[in-house]
Nanobody, 123 residues
Framework: QVQLVESGGGLVQAGGSLRLSCAAS????????MGWFRQAPGKEREFVAA????????YYAASVKGRFTISRDNAKNTVYLQMNSLKPEDTAVYYC????????????????WGQGTQVTVSS
């Protein structure tokens, strides 16, 4: 069992940066690939980024590639999402999740979810 808690969201001007953190509890954090998803009001939850258990492979949605960076520190049981060059369209609730296997960009393939943290980007 894994419990996930996101933090680091807030209000930022377009072009600014935020760093989200996801603190995990449980004995097997390093055994899970981890992902970040986001959901804006009235829209479906969408994949943002993912990272394998070793950190050796990362995946990004086309909309954030080159601007966002996912990383993890297994010793600290934490996964991060560094968000640079933020745009108003990045405004959403951001969720971290622990992968259960299968397609890494599919939300239904993630077993554990955090409560979400709000990111608002003003123009």
């Amino acid at each position: 069992q894994v419990q996930l808690v996101e933090s680091g969201g807030g209000l930022v001007q377009a072009g600014g940066s935020l760093r989200l953190s996801c603190a995990a509890s449980g004995r097997t954090f390093s055994n899970y690939a981890m992902g970040w998803f986001r959901q804006a009001p009235g829209k479906e939850r969408e994949f943002v980024a993912a990272i394998t258990w070793s950190g050796g492979m990362t995946y990004y949605a086309a909309s954030v590639k080159g601007r966002f960076t996912i990383s993890r520190d297994n010793a600290k049981n934490t996964v991060y999402l560094q968000m640079n060059s933020l745009k108003p369209e990045d405004t959403a609730v951001y969720y971290c999740a622990a992968h259960s296997g299968g397609t890494i960009s599919s939300a239904v393939m993630y077993r554990y979810w955090g409560q979400g943290t709000q990111v608002t980007v003003s123009s």
